[in-house]
C-alpha cells in the first residue's frame, strides 16, 4: 500500500472550504482527514454540515451514512447523549425497506448498549447487525464490536476469535483510517485485559506499520498510546515506553489520565528512578486509578515492607474477581519471601497457579516463576528449578527480557543452595548483562549488594548482625518488634542463603564479608 498524504489532503480541502461551500462528499472526506491529523474537535462540524448538506439535495442514504459516522466519533469521545440523540434524528429517516441502513442503526444501538455496561444486550444486537452490513467499514465494526463484548462477558477464546475475523477485514482493503485505528487500539486492548501479551505485541507492530503508511497521521491517541508504552516496557524498550506515557499523560483528559500515569511510573519503577516513580503513582491515584501493585513494590524496593504488605492486602480484598489479581499475587509472593513469610508466598502462589490457562503464556510464566521463588523460600530449590526454567523459556517466547534476566537470578539462588556455584555465577553472569543493556540500574545495585551479603533480604541482615552479637532469638524478636517464630524463620533462611548450619558459621560469615563491624 502506497503511503496516502493526509496533510495535502486536509490543506487542499480546508483551502477550497475557504473559497466556498464544499459538497458534501468533499465534507465527509474533509471529516476524515481532521480525524487523521489529530484535529478531533473539527469532525463533527464538518459531519453535521455533510449530513445538512445531503439532506438539502435530497440523498437520504448519505445523509443517514454521515450521521451513522458522526454518531461514531462521538461515542468514540465519551458524548454518549449526543450520539443518542443522532441515532434517534437518523432512526425517522431510515426506510423500512432499505436493509443496509437499517443495519447501521442496529449498529449504533448495539454500541451504545455496548459502551454503556450492557455487553449482552449488544452482543444479541451485532448478531443481527452483521449480516445486514456490505462495505468493509461497518463489517469491520460490526466485528470488532462483537469481540468486545464477549470479552466483556469473559468468553475469552470467543472474543479473540471474533477480533481476528475483524482484523481480517481491517488489514484487507476498503478500511478507513477511522474504524482501522480504533479497531488496532481496541483489539490490543483486549488482548492486553486478557494477557494475551503475545497477540497484543503482534497487532502493535501491526498498528506500527499502518501507522507508517498515512502521512501525517497523528498514530495514537490516548488509552492507545497507553497500550503501546505497556507493549514497550515488556519488550525492554523503557525509554521509547516513558516518551509513550508521558505523551498520553498529557492528551488524555482528567478522569481518564490516572492509567498513562500509572504506566509511566512503572517505567520509571523499573529504570531505577524512585523519586520520579513515587510522583507518577500520586498522580495516578489522585485521578482516580488503582496504584497497585506498582506502589506496594516500590515500597518494598525502598524497604518499606509493612506498606507494600498494606497496599496489596487491600487491593486483594477490595475485589476478588478483578483481573488484576494475578499481578497482585505475583507482587504479594515477592514481598512475601522478602519478610520471610513463608506461608504467604506459598498460598499466593498456589493461587496465582490457578489462573494459568493454556491460553496465555504470560499467565504460565507469572504463575510459574512466583512457584519457583516460592519453593526456593520453602527450602524446596531442586523443586523450583524445573518451575523456573519453564517460566524463563515463556520470557523468552514473549520475548519480555527484564522477567526472563529476574527469572534466571533465581535459578542461580536455587544453584547456589544445590551446591553448584559454577552454575550459581553464569545465571547471574547472563542476568546482570540483560539489566546493563536495559537500563536497570536498581537491579544492579541490588545485585551488587546481594554479591556482597549472600543474598540475604534488608531485614534477615539486621537479625544476622544481631545474632553476631550473640543475642538469643527471644532477644532479637524484642529488638525488632517480631515474634520469635518469625526470627526463627529469619534465621532458617539465612542459613540456608549462606550455606551453614550454625549460629557460630553465620557468624563467622558475617565478620568476614564485613556484614558487621570488626
Not at 454500541?111 to 451485532?126: C, E, Q, R, V, W
Not at 518451575?387 to 539462588?413: D, F, H, I, K, N
Amino acid at each position: 500500500m502506497e503511503q496516502y498524504d493526509w496533510p495535502a489532503e486536509y490543506a487542499e480541502l480546508t483551502a477550497a472550504d475557504q473559497r466556498g461551500q464544499l459538497p458534501p462528499e468533499d465534507l465527509d472526506r474533509l471529516a476524515v482527514a481532521a480525524f487523521v491529523l489529530g484535529h478531533d474537535d473539527e469532525v463533527a462540524g464538518y459531519r453535521e454540515r455533510a449530513h445538512a448538506e445531503h439532506l438539502a439535495r435530497g440523498d437520504v442514504l448519505r445523509a443517514v451514512r454521515s450521521a451513522f459516522w458522526l454518531g461514531f466519533h462521538l461515542q468514540q469521545h465519551g458524548e454518549l447523549a449526543r450520539a443518542a440523540g443522532w441515532r434517534a434524528r437518523i432512526g425517522r429517516l431510515v426506510p423500512d425497506d432499505n436493509s443496509e441502513l437499517s443495519g447501521l442503526l442496529l449498529m449504533a444501538d448495539a454500541a451504545l448498549l455496548m459502551n454503556t455496561g450492557d455487553p449482552a444486550a449488544g452482543l444479541a444486537l451485532f448478531d443481527r447487525c452483521i449480516p445486514l452490513a456490505v462495505d468493509p467499514n461497518t463489517i469491520a465494526l460490526g466485528t470488532l464490536g462483537r469481540g468486545n463484548c464477549l470479552g466483556m462477558l469473559g468468553r475469552h477464546a470467543e472474543a479473540l476469535t471474533a477480533l481476528d475475523e475483524a482484523m481480517v477485514t481491517v488489514t484487507g482493503s476498503g478500511v478507513g483510517p477511522e474504524v482501522a485505528g480504533m479497531a488496532y487500539c481496541s483489539v490490543i486492548d483486549v488482548c492486553l485485559r486478557m494477557y494475551d501479551v503475545r497477540r497484543a505485541q503482534e497487532w502493535t507492530q501491526a498498528l506500527t506499520g499502518w501507522c507508517d503508511e498515512q502521512s501525517g497521521l497523528v498514530p495514537y491517541r490516548g488509552v492507545c498510546l497507553v497500550h503501546r508504552a505497556q507493549i514497550l516496557q515488556l519488550r525492554g524498550a523503557w525509554s521509547e515506553a516513558a516518551g509513550a506515557a508521558e505523551d498520553a499523560c498529557r492528551r488524555l483528559s482528567p478522569g481518564a489520565v490516572g492509567t498513562a500515569w500509572y504506566r509511566l511510573a512503572e517505567v520509571e519503577r523499573h529504570r531505577g528512578r524512585y523519586a520520579a516513580a513515587e510522583r507518577a503513582y500520586q498522580a495516578a491515584g489522585s485521578d482516580g486509578a488503582e496504584v497497585q501493585p506498582g506502589l506496594s513494590r516500590l515500597r518494598a524496593a525502598q524497604g518499606n515492607h509493612g506498606a507494600a504488605i498494606a497496599g496489596l492486602e487491600r487491593a486483594l480484598a477490595e475485589d476478588p474477581l478483578s483481573q488484576n489479581r494475578p499481578v497482585l499475587l505475583a507482587a504479594r509472593v515477592e514481598v512475601a519471601i522478602e519478610c520471610g513469610d513463608r506461608e504467604t508466598a506459598r498460598t499466593a502462589a498456589s493461587e496465582l497457579g490457578e489462573f494459568a490457562r493454556a491460553d496465555s503464556p504470560y499467565l504460565q510464566a507469572l504463575a510459574a516463576y512466583s512457584e519457583g521463588a516460592a519453593r526456593i523460600a520453602c527450602g524446596d530449590p531442586r523443586g523450583a528449578i524445573p518451575a523456573l526454567r519453564r517460566a524463563w523459556s515463556l520470557w523468552q517466547q514473549l520475548e519480555m527480557p527484564y522477567e526472563g534476566a529476574r527469572t534466571r537470578l533465581l535459578v542461580g539462588r536455587a544453584c547456589r543452595a544445590l551446591g553448584d556455584v559454577d552454575a550459581e555465577q553464569m545465571e547471574i553472569d547472563s542476568a546482570r548483562s540483560v539489566f546493563e543493556r536495559l537500563g536497570a540500574v536498581a537491579d544492579l545495585a541490588a545485585l551488587d549488594q546481594s554479591d556482597r551479603t549472600g543474598g540475604l533480604s534488608p531485614r534477615e541482615l539486621e537479625v544476622l548482625r544481631l545474632l553476631a552479637t550473640g543475642a538469643t532469638n527471644r532477644a532479637v524478636a524484642d529488638q525488632l518488634f517480631l515474634s520469635e517464630r518469625t526470627v526463627a524463620r529469619h534465621v532458617s533462611n539465612i542459613f540456608g542463603k549462606l550455606g551453614v548450619a550454625s549460629r557460630a558459621a553465620a557468624t563467622a560469615y558475617a565478620y568476614e564479608h564485613g556484614l558487621v563491624a570488626g
